[in-house]
């Protein structure tokens, strides 16, 4: 009705307090402008569409520098650049594609660090297996606020992989993404779904093709070789 028009629909992720017939639409468009520029396909007023970004959770990034060199030693005793990827080991997650980007490094020495849990994980351990990169990835597991913060600490670049899924899934609004900024390691995302809201490409973070290795490949690799990059993104929100 026309008064159900003008109420102001505000986007914050918890879609339980919105209207009904919001909600069942919400459902289905879970990020945030991608959601909005359908909504307006479908009829909202662009006027009365607010988008609340939800405030992230941040780790608390190690400073120590003894506990920071023992626990990388628990991850890679080399010299490695190490990759951080945290999130659930699901399909949209991408982890597939993260692993087989290994492959693709061809200058730098990497380390490729997995910290979470999931119905995946025995897969892509025989995936890492069956490419013979048992001593390039580690399956962290679940980490704790502390050990989240000693993962930041020692990783060069945070990648988030994620994909649109079998079931047409994908990533909404990944509060991964702004703690890794915040910690102030670069940034390498999907353009898929919420992602976009958060990262910009080049200002703040690279985005790359989903279920591209090659390209996540090569943008790790530009950020690690490229002083002037490095200068250019303050990989902050």
């Avoid at 119905?119 to 502390?146: C, H, I, M, Q, Y």
């Avoid at 790359?208 to 490229?226: F, G, L, T």
Wanted: glycine share 6%; hydrophobic share 40%; net charge positive.
């Amino acid at each position: 009705d026309s008064q159900s028009t003008k109420k102001r629909v505000v986007v914050i992720g918890a879609f339980s307090k919105l209207p009904v017939k919001w909600q069942l639409l919400l459902s289905l468009l879970h990020d945030m402008i991608n959601t909005k520029n359908k909504m307006i396909k479908l009829g909202a007023h662009e006027e009365k569409i607010t988008i609340i970004k939800v405030p992230p959770n941040f780790v608390e990034v190690e400073t120590n520098d003894e506990n920071i060199k023992t626990f990388r030693k628990k991850i890679t005793e080399s010299q490695s650049k190490v990759i951080l990827f945290v999130g659930r080991l699901v399909e949209l997650k991408g982890v597939e594609y993260l692993i087989r980007y290994l492959t693709e490094i061809k200058k730098t020495d990497i380390h490729l660090s997995i910290a979470g849990d999931g119905p995946l994980k025995n897969n892509l351990e025989k995936l890492t297996s069956s490419l013979g990169l048992e001593n390039k990835v580690t399956f962290f597991g679940r980490a704790d606020k502390k050990e989240l913060g000693l993962l930041h600490s020692i990783s060069d670049v945070f990648v988030c992989p994620s994909i649109i899924d079998s079931q047409g899934a994908t990533e909404g609004l990944g509060l991964v993404i702004p703690e890794a900024m915040k910690s102030g390691i670069p940034v390498i995302a999907s353009a898929v779904g919420g992602i976009i809201d958060t990262v910009k490409n080049e200002v703040n973070g690279i985005l790359v093709e989903e279920k591209n290795p090659k390209a996540i490949a090569n943008a790790i690799e530009r950020i690690i070789s490229d002083e002037e990059l490095k200068k250019k993104n303050h990989w902050k929100l």
